[in-house]
């Protein structure tokens, strides 16, 4: 007497195929790729950006999210990272001023400055130098 619970190795292959292509697929479009094409090196003239002024303050320009992250005339004061979140390439990185952390508004993931994860992939970070009131991101 045949089991009615089972199924041909065939069906079952088949079923396996297609729910496996389907959790790929999924994995693939989650998971994303953390890779971001590499911008090319600009300059912010701190002058006539008033964004910049206070701590906490961000624009987003060139590809990337710059934000002031802390008081002072010097380097350290701002952080640069690629504003295209890594997860499904949305364009909705900020900067998030009470945690001191990029956030991607889309997702809720969160960034270091130095583009680490918390809790989950990293970003591109540029570097960041400061002549004057010019600041040049690379």
């Excluded at 994303?32 to 964004?51: H, M, R, W």
């Excluded at 504003?83 to 390439?89: A, G, L, S, V």
């Amino acid at each position: 007497m045949k089991n009615p619970e089972a199924i041909s190795r065939k069906d079952f292959l088949m079923k396996i195929g297609f729910s496996g292509a389907a959790l790929m697929a999924a994995l693939t479009s989650c998971g994303g790729d953390d890779t971001v094409t590499p911008i090319s090196a600009f300059t912010v003239d701190l002058s006539t950006t008033t964004a910049l002024n206070n701590v906490g303050g961000y624009i987003k320009t060139n590809g990337v999210v710059l934000a002031r992250i802390a008081a002072g005339s010097t380097s350290a004061a701002f952080a640069a990272i690629a504003r295209t979140c890594p997860h499904e390439k949305k364009d909705q990185i900020i900067y998030n001023s009470s945690k001191g952390q990029f956030q991607c508004m889309a997702h809720d993931w969160y960034f270091k400055t130095n583009g680490t994860g918390v809790g989950n992939g990293s970003i591109t970070a540029y570097t960041v130098s400061l002549s004057g009131t010019t600041l040049s991101i690379s």
